[in-house]
């Protein structure tokens, strides 16, 4: 993306063009990007460590007025909290929340495996099926046995699809509340 500013920091010239760090450029095309394409760049900027979430916030704080601060500052938060794709935003916005709910670890490692969502005490993990990664049959061979290992270790695996959590998230809430009550029932 090409954009003309003026009052860059530090800047490098690359081929005739200005560059500047990812940081910097991240922050300052956030206003400029359609909406559709932000959470997007920002997600994979951090997932690829191809730039922290610290210097993101330390960016961020230098341009207080910046058109739409306070979504950034928001989505920052919940990648730091461990939301990696635009479906596990959405399960932490509009499904993973509200009355009832417990504080989920996300990304959360246990034998080798890193869970969407999981509710420790419970041992409950909560899978985001995308279907851009969960699809295939290669892939869905990989989930069930990943779900049979983490079985072994004492945690329920259960999978939730996009379309599922996109369209019907206050039936997914209710059944994971459901699902969280049974369990606790079954560790007393």
Do not use: N
């Amino acid at each position: 993306m090409l954009h003309r500013y003026r009052s860059f920091g530090e800047t490098h010239r690359r081929g005739g063009l200005i560059v500047v760090p990812l940081d910097e450029a991240v922050v300052h095309s956030w206003p400029l990007l359609p909406a559709s394409h932000r959470t997007g760049l920002v997600i994979s900027a951090v997932t690829r460590q191809h730039v922290s979430i610290d210097r993101l916030r330390r960016r961020l704080a230098e341009m207080p007025k910046l058109t739409g601060a306070a979504d950034l500052k928001r989505l920052l938060d919940l990648v730091a909290a461990g939301c990696h794709s635009p479906l596990e935003l959405w399960g932490a916005l509009h499904v993973f929340t509200g009355p009832g709910m417990p504080a989920f670890k996300r990304q959360h490692s246990v034998a080798g495996y890193l869970l969407d969502v999981y509710a420790e005490q419970e041992r409950v993990a909560f899978e985001l099926d995308g279907h851009a990664f969960h699809g295939d049959p290669v892939q869905r061979e990989r989930d069930l046995r990943r779900d049979a290992a983490l079985a072994a270790h004492g945690i329920q695996v259960v999978r939730f699809t996009y379309a599922r959590l996109m369209s019907e998230p206050e039936a997914v809430r209710r059944e994971v509340l459901a699902i969280l009550a049974a369990a606790r029932r079954r560790g007393r």
